[in-house]
């Protein structure tokens, strides 16, 4: 488990979170400034899974981050100011079974007004998964008036965004 935090201030407010996470964690925190702040912020912003069977976005409410990844029941990466997690299943799946866990995903997002996006998927169980969910029927049809004014002919990327456009 790991926890990055930045803080900001002049050197008392600076001491004063210092201290406090200290006591908070229970141990002695390793304090980065610096070069050495951007580049671990940097990595983490940056982490990849390669080897994630299914991954997603999951964007809520930041005082419902938790409880969302709890209902998910995953591996994860959150941002938890801002609502934003990756989160991430690395064991193989059948169909089936990512199929219901994407589902539970996403009605875990919806149930805290949020959304969660598909990332990857593994080749055996991408062609079981709708990376895209369709939106209400007014919002779709401006969509695809979009698609078909800047590309009548229908030729970028065809069938390959939300509902086939």
């Not at 008036?145 to 009548?152: N, S, V």
Request: aromatic share 10%.
């Amino acid at each position: 488990l790991s926890l990055l935090a930045g803080f900001g201030g002049n050197a008392a407010e600076l001491d004063f979170y210092r201290s406090g996470a200290s006591r908070t964690l229970g141990l002695a925190p390793e304090i980065l400034s610096d070069e050495s702040a951007l580049r671990a912020y940097e990595a983490l912003r940056d982490l990849t899974f390669p080897y994630a069977t299914l991954s997603a976005r999951l964007a809520v409410l930041p005082t419902e981050v938790l409880h969302c990844l709890e209902a998910c029941r995953v591996e994860y990466l959150a941002h938890a100011a801002c609502g934003i997690a990756r989160i991430f299943v690395s064991r193989q799946m059948e169909v089936v079974e990512a199929q219901k866990t994407f589902a539970r995903w996403r009605l875990s997002a919806h149930d805290a007004g949020g959304h969660v996006q598909l990332l990857s998927a593994a080749p055996a169980i991408r062609a079981g998964l709708k990376f895209f969910e369709l939106p209400d029927e007014g919002v779709f049809k401006l969509m695809r008036r979009l698609k078909e004014t800047f590309d009548p002919a229908g030729i970028f990327n065809p069938r390959c965004f939300v509902g086939g456009l």
